[in-house]
């Protein structure tokens, strides 16, 4: 009896396969209503994130045409002084974006060896098992909020320099780039690792035939074959640095300068996301100083999406070589 | 239905209404929001049905607020601008200024500097860059790291028009934005000058400038060369009575001049 209750309820079909799949809005005016409806409020949702993008890029460059318009611009990207609040203020904003690169470089060369390095560990060295521990919380890095590095690098990575490297000021480009360094490091592990365990067992097993030592196939079969996604990688990390902003501002010291000779990680930097979060605060509304901070904010724009477009290049990249192998 | 809607639309007037007589916005400088904190606590203890909401933004946003009218009381370390009263009168709003405490900047040195006393012509140089060296002051051979406040508090601000006159600072000097974090470099650095207010001494060692040490005494006199009033603005005198008037004439009682002695400021008046 049993038995047959189940045989009977197995035979049933799981849907109504004789209603045709698509009606006429004639036949089923509210499944028609229904599905157009669906699909105009799916797409709206989509629409508001691409909207926001394009509604910030607006406001920003509408925001700075005021102060772009009434001052020389050869003077703006030119100029090495910032002073905005002085009687006859000058807005140059050079020295601020070398800054903003220079420390978001000095944190590659701190990140990326150790970024690749350690992508490759896990992927290719370190058992499966191990491998699902360690990532997790090497992404939790990530999760830090950028406060409390800041509040590390002021109060425990400052002084430290002071007293072990013989720097006079402890705030400084080296001090913010360590520490963006580490921002960065779970962003590039990340990606990094996921292209190169996404290359797939052939390649290793080739260069293994071939009687390639573990360490050759790593370092010259596979970090190769995956540098699209590991370029990749290294850009975001670099976006992730160059828009950091916490950080900056408690850990370079601020000083509106080059350093001199250039190579001098000891001295006090500032950097563009720093200048617009201090200084917004109380820039009198509808004055140049607010307009320059504005126009600050479309070089920054300008330059996170261009890196943006780079990295999207190297990824799409990346996923066809995936694809192919 | 329609009853139904005509008496939510009421309802929500009448709430609305209720709203509006007990809130209070307040808004502007992080320097005056902590007595603005401390008042704003005071008065929901005595009356907690009251809405007080204190946002602390910077001066520039508190005088902003008040021209748009979306604050009661601007908090500001600093007078208001001429262009922004002449934003404010366009907007026919008519700002009154409230000093509520006086507030002293205070040159800090490392505890371990030998150096007591600096003229303000002197603590000029350094932070124009013309003084780099301890040793040029009467100090041991050491390099002044120099830390100001960013150039957007009101602090800054202050020792800009007080002890700078205007004049510009050197490309490297370092900036820090609260005054906690400009003790704590001071404290930690040897070769530091910093400036930060008169609640912020501890761990640091504050110098006399101009011959006069800054105690509460010489700020509330002014005899110190850089102390200033804070300033609560409201559109217009508030009307008696009302919470406006209450909030801003507070600090005269005994409980708003030990709240304003609480955040490290100096009372106007003795008691």
């Known amino acids: 009896m049993m038995n047959n209750a189940e045989l009977t309820l197995t035979l049933e079909p799981a849907a109504d396969t004789r209603r045709p799949l698509a009606l006429t809005p004639g036949e089923d005016l509210r499944g028609y209503i229904a599905s157009h409806l669906g699909r105009a409020v799916l797409f709206l949702i989509t629409l508001t994130s691409v909207l926001a993008v394009v509604l910030i890029l607006l406001f920003v460059i509408v925001r700075s045409l005021g102060f772009l318009s009434g001052y020389s611009i050869i003077e703006f990207l030119g100029g090495l002084d910032w002073r905005p609040t002085a009687d006859s203020p000058v807005f140059g904003s050079l020295a601020i974006l070398v800054g903003s690169l220079y420390v978001s470089s000095a944190a590659l060369v701190f990140a990326v060896p150790v970024g690749i390095l350690a992508a490759v560990f896990l992927s290719d060295v370190l058992s499966w098992r191990a491998r699902n521990l360690v990532k997790p919380v090497v992404e939790i890095l990530a999760a830090i909020p950028s406060v409390a590095y800041g509040f590390f690098a002021v109060l425990v990575l400052a002084p430290w320099m002071q007293k072990h490297f013989g720097f006079s000021t402890g705030t400084n480009a080296l001090n913010a780039s360590l520490i963006l360094a580490f921002m960065a490091l779970p962003t590039i592990i990340s990606v990094a690792e996921d292209s190169i365990s996404a290359l797939g067992r052939e390649l290793r097993e080739a260069s293994y035939s071939c009687g390639a030592t573990r360490m050759e196939t790593m370092l010259k079969v596979i970090i190769p074959a995956a540098h699209s996604g590991i370029i990749a990688a290294v850009v975001l990390g670099m976006m992730r640095a160059i828009g950091e902003t916490m950080v900056v501002w408690m850990a370079s010291g601020n000083a509106t300068q080059i350093p001199h000779p250039w190579w001098d990680v000891s001295q006090s930097i500032r950097t563009m996301t720093a200048t617009i979060a201090g200084e917004m605060g109380e820039a009198p509304e509808g004055s140049q100083h607010r307009g320059a901070l504005f126009a600050i904010g479309v070089l920054l724009l300008i330059l996170t999406f261009g890196l943006n477009l780079v990295s999207e290049y190297f990824l799409s990249r990346a996923k066809k070589a995936a694809g192919r192998s | ?271």
């Open chain 2, 1 to 271: 239905m329609k009853r139904v809607v005509v008496g939510m639309m009421v309802a929500a007037l009448a709430m609305g209404a209720a709203v509006k007589a007990e809130t209070l916005q307040i808004d502007g400088s992080t320097t005056v929001g902590p007595v603005a904190d401390a008042f704003a606590e005071y008065f929901k203890s005595i009356q907690p049905d009251l809405a007080i909401t204190v946002k602390k933004t910077g001066s520039g946003d508190g005088a902003a607020a008040l021209i748009d009218g979306r604050c009661d009381i601007a908090t500001m370390s600093r007078f208001m601008k001429t262009e922004e009263f002449e934003k404010a009168v366009a907007n026919k709003v008519l700002p009154v200024a409230h000093v509520v405490a006086m507030d002293g900047v205070c040159v800090a040195v490392h505890p371990s500097n030998p150096v007591k006393a600096l003229t303000s012509a002197q603590v000029r140089d350094i932070y124009m860059g013309k003084i780099t060296n301890w040793s040029q002051v009467g100090g041991s051979n050491t390099p002044i790291v120099v830390i100001s406040r960013d150039t957007s508090s009101g602090t800054y601000e202050t020792f800009e028009s007080l002890v700078m006159k205007k004049a510009a600072m050197a490309a490297g000097v370092e900036y820090v934005n609260a005054n906690p974090q400009a003790q704590s470099r001071v404290r930690t650095t040897p070769g530091a000058i910093g400036y930060v207010g008169l609640g912020f001494l501890e761990g640091v060692k504050a110098l006399s400038i101009d011959g006069v040490t800054p105690t509460r005494s010489t700020v509330a006199s002014g005899t110190y060369p850089v102390s200033r009033p804070l300033f609560l603005f409201t559109n217009g005198y508030p009307k008696l009575g009302s919470i406006t008037h209450k909030f801003v004439t507070f600090y005269l009682t005994e409980k708003g001049q030990e709240l304003v002695e609480a955040k490290g400021y100096v009372p106007l008046t003795n008691y």
